[in-house]
């Protein structure tokens, strides 16, 4: 009855047999529902990653069935959570397939391939750039992740800036939140927003990106290093894919002169962004380099997170933050929870 919410048939029966006989162990339960011991104790591992069984608070070693009222609304939200997961996964699939065909022709230089064109070094990307900025006709989107901009590179940008605020191209520009740490890039973006310029900031962003006209899309070949080579792509279906993914990501990006606003549960979009990273396993270092911080900030970020709910490791963050509504129930953390049950 309940495989649409994800249980299989045992860990059902298995739920269904705790909340009828709370005091049953791993052998009662496999004697009463007829299967061998190891089924169980697979449903028990289901049951507690979708938290509809806990460990005893009378009883140490136990675990009891979560009443039906509050495991059913669990079940269902996290199906929702589900749905709103795979959309995000879509739209990061986005970035990823343009990130795929970038490294192709970067590996395939001497490849005709319809729709992609290939640009080796800084000069030969910045050349290209200045030309496509000379043709943009009506917009253009930049993704600029990394934190603090390189001097040289917004001093280089400042002319084709002018000339396309003066025909009045649209200028959409998101950064990350850590770019607020550095005065040269504020100072830079600040300037831009006053000739008109629209510029927000998201905590963490996918790749580097131009779109010039929704028509013309170039992308590093690495994101790790925007300067070795590019692409420059004009498929229909591809940049109709980045530019959905973009303005997804500045609908929810944060205009640069205003405060950062908290959501309905008291999170900014950066803790919100390191619960999610901590949930997926991601290291201090891993999450410092996603939100272009240092790795002493990222630590603090988690530390104050982890202290704010009163978790003593990441897998007990992982649980609380699912039941404060920090993180969807699928992003949980995973752990055996047959062992604690008395068999």
């Not at 009891?64 to 990061?92: D, K, N």
């Not at 973009?246 to 979009?269: H, K, M, T, Y």
């Not at 992982?318 to 993180?327: D, I, K, M, N």
Request: glycine fraction near 8%; charge should be negative; charged fraction near 20%.
């Amino acid at each position: 009855m309940l495989g649409t919410l994800g249980l299989d048939a045992t860990a059902e029966a298995a739920y269904r047999a705790m909340l009828a006989r709370p005091r049953d162990g791993v052998s009662a339960l496999a004697e009463r529902l007829a299967v061998p011991e190891a089924d169980i104790r697979r449903s028990l591992d289901t049951l507690s990653e979708l938290a509809l069984i806990r460990p005893s608070y009378e009883r140490d070693g136990e675990l009891c069935a979560v009443s039906p009222e509050v495991g059913m609304e669990l079940l269902m939200a996290r199906q929702q959570a589900e749905l709103t997961a795979q959309q995000l996964r879509i739209e990061a699939s986005r970035v990823a397939a343009a990130q795929l065909i970038a490294e192709f022709a970067d590996l395939n230089p001497a490849a005709s391939s319809p729709g992609v064109e290939q640009l080796v070094g800084l000069d030969e990307i910045r050349t290209r750039i200045t030309s496509l900025a000379h043709g943009v006709r009506s917009e253009l989107m930049t993704f600029a992740p990394g934190g603090g901009q390189r001097p040289d590179t917004m001093e280089a940008s400042k002319p084709n800036d002018l000339a396309l605020l003066g025909r009045g191209v649209r200028m959409r520009t998101l950064y990350q939140d850590s770019v607020r740490n550095s005065l040269t890039t504020i100072a830079y973006a600040t300037w831009l927003s006053e000739l008109g310029g629209g510029v927000r900031t998201t905590p963490d962003l996918p790749t580097r990106l131009m779109i010039f006209d929704r028509t013309t899309a170039v992308i590093p070949v690495s994101s790790d290093d925007s300067a070795a080579g590019a692409v420059v792509l004009t498929g229909h279906g591809t940049l109709t894919a980045l530019c959905a993914l973009f303005e997804n990501v500045w609908a929810d990006a944060q205009p640069l002169g205003a405060s950062q606003e908290r959501d309905e549960i008291g999170l900014s979009a950066q803790e919100s962004t390191v619960i999610r990273l901590l949930a997926r396993g991601l290291t201090d270092e891993a999450i410092a380099k996603r939100l272009a911080v240092s790795p002493r900030t990222a630590r603090r970020l988690a530390n104050g997170l982890m202290e704010r709910l009163g978790a003593c490791s990441r897998f007990e963050f992982g649980v609380r933050a699912v039941q404060r509504g920090w993180l969807p129930s699928t992003e949980q953390l995973s752990g055996s929870a047959a062992a604690e049950l008395h068999g």
